[in-house]
Nanobody, 125 residues
Framework: QVQLVESGGGSVQAGGSVRLSCAASGRTVSRSAVAWFRQAPGKEREFVAAIGRNNHYYYADSVKGRATISRDNAKNEVSLQMNSLQPEDTAVYYC???????????????????WGQGTQVTVSS
């Protein structure tokens, strides 16, 4: 059974930072593609960042330069550090994992088999 548990969300002021973590069980993150998506009220789920099965890193243009995704193989965790947060970053952030996803589908939330429950990030101005 695959489980993904996110942590680290909360409320921050604009310009602040947040570090989100995704602890995985039932799958090895180093052998999977792991991504972060987010969904704001009334909006579609959107890609934020991912580590591909090729160990390359991918970022949405909206967060490039402000976000860093990283992986801790010993803990079987993937983290997302977000800096210079703005109110438009407010959303529920989800961790997703797939062990067989192809590169061209990495940014497509429909392509992921496993999801965490989400963690809320609220940025106030």
């Amino acid at each position: 059974q695959v489980q993904l548990v996110e942590s680290g969300g909360g409320s921050v002021q604009a310009g602040g930072s947040v570090r989100l973590s995704c602890a995985a069980s039932g799958r090895t993150v180093s052998r999977s593609a792991v991504a972060w998506f987010r969904q704001a009220p009334g909006k579609e789920r959107e890609f934020v960042a991912a580590i591909g099965r090729n160990n390359h890193y991918y970022y949405a243009d909206s967060v490039k330069g402000r976000a860093t995704i990283s992986r801790d193989n010993a803990k079987n965790e993937v983290s997302l550090q977000m800096n210079s947060l703005q109110p438009e970053d407010t959303a529920v952030y989800y961790c997703a994992l797939d062990s067989s996803i192809i590169l061209s589908e990495l940014r497509n939330h429909l392509a992921y088999d496993y999801w965490g429950q989400g963690t809320q990030v609220t940025v106030s101005s």
